[in-house]
């Protein structure tokens, strides 16, 4: 039978990108540690959410959202990772490298929107604070969720890049003027309320604006270099966001208190 007429049956692919690592067992325990404390973090803040009623609402049903899209996200290719670090596990099947493909993608998409979506419900409760809860029912808040779910389907990472920045930036631009007109107790409490969500942007979107800058003025980077900025897109927001919105949002900070107090008493 000739080459031309001949086919090909991929069943698993090779991982690559690590060889060259001096250190790569202790590379795999720091990114083994940090998946577990962002899945542990994620998940405790949805069960905050979800256990406490008084919490059912708008700001922390989108706190909840970008909870379960920082699992998606990690879990879509940090397992793979210590696998092939710590137990020398370098094949991926054919089928299960698409499926985390996909996933991954679409936990890089999600992310810039519901950061994006985040940054309107700020944009409303700074701008129109007595309206905010007839503006932003649950109702609405969980079918923009569905939607941002459902058009993340088959829209280019590149574009969702972008488009979610420049509108994170566009609703800034207003949030910031409106800051300057109001007094200054308002603007303290208004900026209490944007920290939270800054430092989650700028830890999202730091990492891939790093890489384009660089490859856009001709920077090569190592094979290293380019691990290490894809390594801490994918872990770094997923483990500080938890962190962020515990330690900044008011209720469950309070409940975290609660909980340690309790456990406190009993010893």
Request: glycine share 4%; aromatic share 14%.
């Amino acid at each position: 039978m000739s080459l031309q007429n001949a086919s090909i049956n991929v069943t698993h692919f090779i991982i690559g990108g690590f060889d060259t690592l001096s250190r790569p067992i202790a590379v795999g325990v720091v990114i083994l540690i940090t998946y577990l404390l962002a899945v542990l973090a994620n998940m405790a803040n949805i069960m905050f959410i979800i256990s406490d009623k008084r919490l059912h609402k708008p700001m922390y049903i989108l706190i909840c959202n970008l909870a379960v899209v920082d699992i998606m996200y990690t879990s879509s290719c940090s397992p793979t990772m210590i696998g092939v670090l710590l137990a020398g596990v370098n094949t991926v099947s054919y089928v299960e490298c698409l499926i985390q493909m996909f996933v991954f993608h679409l936990g890089t998409a999600m992310e810039s929107f519901v950061l994006a979506v985040m940054s309107l419900d700020r944009l409303i409760a700074i701008m129109y604070p007595f309206q905010y809860h007839s503006y932003l029912t649950n109702t609405r808040v969980l079918l923009l969720t569905f939607i941002v779910w459902f058009v993340n389907w088959f829209l280019m990472s590149f574009f969702i890049l972008f488009f979610t920045f420049v509108f994170i930036s566009l609703s800034y631009c207003g949030i910031l003027l409106f800051v300057k007109l109001s007094s200054n107790n308002e603007k303290k409490k208004m900026g209490s309320t944007l920290v939270s969500h800054l430092i989650c942007a700028i830890i999202h979107y730091c990492p891939a604006f790093v890489r384009i800058i660089f490859t856009r003025f001709g920077v090569v980077l190592t094979l290293e270099e380019r691990q290490g900025l894809v390594i801490g897109a994918v872990l770094g927001p997923c483990l500080v966001n938890p962190f962020v919105y515990c330690l900044r949002t008011k209720e469950i900070k309070h409940k975290l208190f609660k909980i340690f107090k309790k456990f406190h008493t009993y010893d």
